[in-house]
C-alpha cells in the first residue's frame, strides 16, 4: 500500500480508501447499495486496516447516519488508535423533515458536523466535505461556515465533491482573499468508461494542488468483470438493481473488451485492471473503494499491486478516451506551437546543466 500527500496539506493517505456506503442498509437506494451491519461491518474495516488502508469515506447521508454510526463503533470496538486513521465525513443532502435539514448553508453545515461527531463517537474529523453543490447559498456564507469549524477544531481539513471546476475556483478564491480555511480536496467520480473529469476538473486541480478522491471507481460495479455486451450481471447486483452512475454503454463495452484483454494475460480480475488505472493516475490521491464482503475487498486491495506498462496504458487510453470538445480542440490547436518552445527550452537548460 502506497501513501500519497492529499493536495498540499501535510497529511498522507492510502492510495485506497475504504467507503462506507455499503453500511447500514435501511429503505430505498441504500437497501440496493448495501446492508452491511456491525459485525460484517467491522471485518471490513478490520481487513482494510490489515492491508494498510488508513482512510476512510462516509457521509451523514448514508443509510441516514447509520453508516456513521457503525463505522464510529466498529473504530471503537476494534481499538483503532485515533492517529492511524484518516476519518473523512460529508454535509449537503437531507438529514431531516424541516426546511432547513439540508444545504450548505452555515445553519445545517454546522449542524451537520455536530450530529456527525456524535455518531461516530469522535471529537473531530480529518476531511469534512461539502457533498453537493448548493444553488441557494452563497458560496462565501460556505466557506466561511467549514473555516469556522477549522478554527474551533472540530475538523482539521476541508474538501468538496461533484462540484464544477469553476465553483470550485471560486471558493478557492474567497478562501484566498478573506484568509479562510480552502478545500484541499475533491471527491469526485472517474473511471476508464467515464473521463469527463479530465476536460475542465483535472486541469483545475493541478493547478490549484487540490487532491483527488475518486467515487464509484468501477462504474457502479459496470467494471467489475461482471457485465459485457453479452453479459448483464445476475439479479439482484448493483448495477440491475441501482442503474447508476449514467454511462455510455456501448463505450464502456469496448473498455471491458480490453481490460479483459490485459486482466486475462495478467491473471488478475477485470476490476483490478480498472482500479490499476486508475491509481497509474497522477492526479489521483485516493480510490474510493467499497464492498459487501471480505473477497471483494481482497480483491480490490490487490489492484496495488498490478503494474500497467506503457503499451496497456496506451490501449487503455485509446479505447477510452472522450471525444474532442471546444474549446479544448482549440487551446490545443492554438497552444501547440508555444508548448513546443516551452519544451525545447527545457531540453536544453536541462542538456545545458548537465554538460
Given at each position: 500500500m502506497r501513501y500519497n500527500q492529499l493536495g498540499r496539506t501535510g497529511v498522507f493517505v492510502s492510495e485506497l480508501c475504504l467507503g462506507t456506503m455499503t453500511f447500514g442498509g435501511g429503505e430505498g437506494i441504500w437497501k440496493q447499495i448495501g446492508d452491511l451491519q456491525q459485525g460484517d461491518a467491522e471485518r471490513l474495516i478490520g481487513r482494510a486496516l490489515d492491508a494498510g488502508i488508513n482512510f476512510i469515506d462516509t457521509a451523514d447521508i448514508y443509510a441516514d447516519g447509520l453508516s456513521e454510526q457503525i463505522t464510529g463503533q466498529a473504530l471503537k470496538n476494534l481499538k483503532v488508535p485515533r492517529d492511524k486513521v484518516v476519518v473523512a465525513t460529508k454535509v449537503f443532502g437531507q438529514t431531516g423533515e424541516f426546511a432547513n435539514a439540508r444545504g450548505a448553508s452555515r445553519y445545517h453545515v454546522i449542524d451537520?458536523?455536530?450530529?456527525?461527531?456524535?455518531?461516530?463517537?469522535?471529537?473531530?474529523?480529518?476531511?469534512?466535505?461539502?457533498?453537493?453543490?448548493?444553488?441557494?447559498?452563497?458560496?462565501?456564507?460556505?466557506?466561511?461556515?467549514?473555516?469556522?469549524?477549522?478554527?474551533?477544531?472540530?475538523?482539521?481539513?476541508?474538501?468538496?465533491?461533484?462540484?464544477?471546476?469553476?465553483?470550485?475556483?471560486?471558493?478557492?478564491?474567497?478562501?484566498?482573499?478573506?484568509?479562510?480555511?480552502?478545500?484541499?480536496?475533491?471527491?469526485?467520480?472517474?473511471?476508464?468508461?467515464?473521463?469527463?473529469?479530465?476536460?475542465?476538473?483535472?486541469?483545475?486541480?493541478?493547478?490549484?494542488?487540490?487532491?483527488?478522491?475518486?467515487?464509484?471507481?468501477?462504474?457502479?460495479?459496470?467494471?467489475?468483470?461482471?457485465?459485457?455486451?453479452?453479459?448483464?450481471?445476475?439479479?439482484?447486483?448493483?448495477?440491475?438493481?441501482?442503474?447508476?452512475?449514467?454511462?455510455?454503454?456501448?463505450?464502456?463495452?469496448?473498455?471491458?473488451?480490453?481490460?479483459?484483454?490485459?486482466?486475462?494475460?495478467?491473471?488478475?480480475?477485470?476490476?483490478?485492471?480498472?482500479?490499476?488505472?486508475?491509481?497509474?493516475?497522477?492526479?489521483?490521491?485516493?480510490?474510493?473503494?467499497?464492498?459487501?464482503?471480505?473477497?471483494?475487498?481482497d480483491d480490490n486491495i490487490a489492484a496495488t499491486g498490478v503494474t500497467l506498462d506503457a503499451q496497456e496504458l496506451a490501449k487503455l487510453d485509446q479505447v477510452s478516451t472522450l471525444p474532442a470538445e471546444y474549446p479544448g480542440w482549440m487551446l490545443e490547436r492554438q497552444g501547440e506551437g508555444r508548448r513546443t518552445q516551452l519544451a525545447e527550452t527545457r531540453q536544453a537548460a536541462q542538456a545545458h546543466r548537465q554538460g
Open positions: 451537520g458536523v455536530k450530529a456527525s461527531l456524535k455518531r461516530l463517537q469522535l471529537d473531530h474529523v480529518d476531511l469534512y466535505q461539502i457533498h453537493g453543490f448548493d444553488p441557494a447559498t452563497p458560496i462565501e456564507e460556505t466557506v466561511r461556515a467549514l473555516d469556522t469549524l477549522v478554527q474551533h477544531g472540530h475538523v482539521r481539513y476541508v474538501g468538496v465533491s461533484n462540484w464544477a471546476a469553476w465553483q470550485i475556483v471560486k471558493a478557492l478564491g474567497i478562501s484566498e482573499r478573506l484568509g479562510l480555511a480552502r478545500f484541499e480536496s475533491l471527491q469526485a467520480y472517474y473511471t476508464l468508461a467515464g473521463r469527463d473529469l479530465e476536460r475542465e476538473l483535472v486541469p483545475m486541480l493541478h493547478s490549484e494542488g487540490l487532491g483527488l478522491m475518486v467515487w464509484s471507481p468501477l462504474a457502479g460495479g459496470l467494471l467489475s468483470g461482471k457485465y459485457g455486451r453479452e453479459q448483464q450481471g445476475e439479479a439482484g447486483s448493483r448495477r440491475t438493481s441501482f442503474d447508476f452512475p449514467p454511462v455510455d454503454r456501448e463505450r464502456a463495452y469496448d473498455c471491458i473488451d480490453v481490460m479483459r484483454d490485459i486482466a486475462n494475460a495478467k491473471q488478475v480480475s477485470v476490476a483490478q485492471i480498472a482500479l490499476a488505472w486508475l491509481l497509474h493516475q497522477r492526479v489521483v490521491s485516493s480510490v474510493i473503494v467499497g464492498a459487501k464482503k471480505v473477497e471483494q475487498l
